[in-house]
């Protein structure tokens, strides 16, 4: 039953084959990555950045020799700073601006690592994540402040790579293009730049 | 079997990591924010759609500025400000006007005149209330229980903000009684009142950006 759960899930991230064995390794990893973001696409007409403040966790389950199921929590913080004028429509605004955007992605994540397994060797993987993003938008002028916070669907494709080490655990080096549709007239993107560490059993 | 110890060592620091790494995420939250007076002033213009302002040259320009005052008799938010600056938020708004290409009509009962400039400006005062105090360590509210850490009566805390806004509306008349009066265009500045700051500085600056992102007025050249 378990692993018929799996297998649909794995389904629908279209990531990863339909099955697992019954023969397979129970192995997982559970971690935690430091990461670079940099705005993308819809995101940049309201901030555009590079933020040096996010961090994620995430936590794998082996379901075959080259296939894993997780979960990743994450925070991204993007803020800029802007001394501008401003047009909506035909009024024009001028003054101190803060923009601030946290978002907040909760995803059920699979991944896919081709080639031979081999042991103390880096192991490459490509995956997706699936889920829903919590993203706070508050812009502040003077003494107003707007704030439109919103659930969105997203998707969060990702490419990395394994390093094994005898110390601590392994690290994890990643790139992530994080993509939440449109909400309430919201639409957000946005890279993110991993390092991390894996420590698992 | 017992772990040894290295192994022990490795898991304690593995442990730690993960909400270490989260708590210094926490701590890196940015927002210096504004961190003078002056970061806090707000320019606001806006214009009637569908107007051509080139078939406009002349306008009178009232030689007071409108306060609106509070009403001794109600209970209400407006504060009144000072005249200090009236002389020279009316000389700045005509020195703009005269720069955008406005030609201003010194008697406009006598001569009739195309467009109004009129010019007000009010204050408001608003209060707030926060409660502080109650447990040190907010591990509950029990009081005379020993243990529970050190308890402070509740205090509260206000906090005053005073603001103040100046506003132009440049008005088209219509027709001598007064009917189809239409405000063409409105500019508005808005900043904390502080008689401590450079006011006059921080009024010249609002104005001149009134002007300066409302280029569609007239042949707008930089005012120095």
Known sequence: ?201 | MRANGPARIRRSVQRMAMPIVVLMAAGCYPGNGPTNVEDLDVVLTTRAPDVDFNSYSIYALPDTVVHIRPNIDEVNDIIELPRTYDELILDLVAENMEKVGYARELDPESNGTELVLLVGAVGTKRTSWYMGGGWWDWWGYYPGYPGWGWYYPPYFEEVTIEQGSLVLFLLDPGDQGGNDAQVIWAGAARGLVDTRVRSGTRITNAINQMFEQSPYLGSYSTIQ
């Open chain 1, 1 to 201: 039953m378990k692993y018929a759960a799996r297998a649909g899930t794995l389904a629908l991230l279209l990531t990863v084959g339909a099955s697992a064995t019954a023969q397979a390794q129970e192995e997982w990893w559970g971690g935690f990555t430091y990461q670079g973001a940099l705005t993308s696409g819809p995101t940049t007409d309201f901030i555009d950045q590079f933020s040096w403040r996010n961090v994620g966790l995430e936590a794998r389950k082996m379901v075959r020799e080259d296939a894993s199921l997780g979960v990743f929590f994450g925070w991204n913080v993007f803020n800029d700073e802007l001394d501008t004028t401003t047009s909506l429509g035909a009024v024009d605004i001028s003054g101190f601006q803060s923009r601030f955007v946290n978002a907040f992605p909760m995803l059920v994540t699979a991944h896919y690592y081709p080639g031979v397994r081999q042991s103390n060797s880096a192991r490459f993987f490509v995956g997706t994540g699936v889920g829903t993003y919590y993203i706070e938008n508050r812009a502040e002028l003077g003494l107003t402040s707007v704030t439109v916070n919103k659930w969105h669907f997203g998707i969060a494709p990702e490419v990395g790579v394994l390093v094994p080490s005898s110390r601590v655990g392994d690290g994890l080096l990643s790139v992530k293009y994080n993509y939440a549709f449109e909400a309430g007239g919201v639409e957000r993107a946005y890279w993110t730049f991993g390092v991390g560490l894996l420590v698992g059993h």
